[in-house]
């Protein structure tokens, strides 16, 4: 793929602020529907497979339902199993049934989930309704016309090199203290400093994976003491701003990742008064599924990949991901797995 425009060089796109990238993944008149995941050429594959030397693989998905209770409303895991000898077939064995909210545990947010709330837009202009999104298999949107995760089948889903920054591992050793449910952030600057004391470099392509500790703090205890940590509304991320997001896009990764909740910091900093306001404020968000078309993971499990890591003591390695093929997908499980 020829190179891209950096953030301050995107065309402007009329009504939209500075560093929207709608269009410029679009080819032969038609409206792009995989945003930055176009940086995943053939020959940026084929260089992510140089990573497999070790024979060893590292999951990274949180057990779903491992959140008792998720925020915002919305609804965790019923698992129902059904016993063979209670229904019409008589057999010895089990199906089950499982009912849950995409965003309760690990999980990729499509361009769909979180649109750019000025315009109401969605990734390259997208306006949706429930009715469209709501599809069936053989009624699903062929035509590509919203930025679902099913599409991604149509690409073979997600292989790329997975580069990680295990930012909890680094403030340990630093001493620095870092409290995932208060709103602690981290930054560009400690990012570049993880990246330099592990030896990284990143490449147009990358899918950058940021470990900070949220999941693993909710990890073993009850359903009560996680509606403590996470009742506040005060989580740990990435410094959500312009410039943080210039940054994410200047550096041409391919999706973003990580144990937190949001990524990005909750509660949101208004850019004109600094304060504090609500999850209609995120700024990551907007920047990166909304305009500029990246993906974001989210409650990654990274504690093994971490102790996998350090052990091996190379931060790099293939990544693959292949989402629910679920039509008209907003969000789903990442079935995510870094290959060593």
Not at 133 to 161: C, F, I, M, S
Not at 271 to 285: A, F, M, R, W
């Amino acid at each position: 793929m020829a190179s891209i425009p950096d953030f301050d060089s995107l065309p402007k796109v009329e009504g939209m602020p500075p560093g929207c990238a709608w269009g410029v993944f679009d080819k032969d008149g038609k409206k792009d529907v995989y945003g930055t995941l176009n940086l995943l050429t053939p020959d940026v594959v084929k260089a992510a497979y140089s990573e497999l030397k070790d024979g060893v693989s590292v999951s990274m998905n949180w057990p779903i339902g491992a959140i008792k209770t998720p925020g915002f409303g919305r609804k965790g895991l019923v698992h129902n199993v059904i016993n063979f000898m209670d229904t019409p077939l008589p057999l010895h064995g089990y199906d089950d049934e499982l009912e849950f909210n995409t965003q309760c545990s690990s999980q990729w947010d499509s361009l769909c989930h979180f649109h750019h709330q000025p315009s109401q837009s969605g990734y390259n202009g997208t306006k949706t309704k429930i009715a469209e999104l709501k599809q069936e298999y053989g009624d699903e949107d062929l035509d590509q016309k919203l930025p679902t995760l099913n599409h991604w089948h149509k690409r073979g889903g997600l292989v790329a090199r997975g580069v990680f920054i295990d930012f909890k591992r680094w403030a340990d050793e630093q001493g620095r203290k870092f409290n995932p449910f208060d709103s602690d952030r981290i930054t560009v600057d400690d990012i570049e400093a993880v990246a330099k004391h592990q030896g990284v470099i990143f490449k147009p392509g990358d899918v950058i994976i940021i470990r900070s500790g949220f999941t693993e703090g909710l990890t073993g205890i009850s359903a009560e003491k996680q509606g403590e940590l996470m009742g506040s509304h005060r989580t740990c991320g990435v410094t959500g701003n312009a410039e943080t997001a210039k940054w994410f896009w200047n550096k041409h990764f391919a999706a973003v990742a990580g144990d937190m909740i949001a990524f990005e910091h909750i509660p949101a900093i208004d850019p004109e008064t600094g304060k504090e306001t609500d999850i209609s404020g995120l700024v990551l968000h907007q920047y990166f599924l909304a305009l500029f078309g990246m993906p974001i993971g989210e409650l990654w499990d990274l504690k093994a990949l971490s102790e996998m890591c350090a052990k091996l003591k190379r931060y790099t390695f293939l990544l693959t991901s292949s989402p629910l093929n679920v039509p008209g997908s907003i969000g789903s499980p990442p079935n995510a797995l870094a290959v060593f």
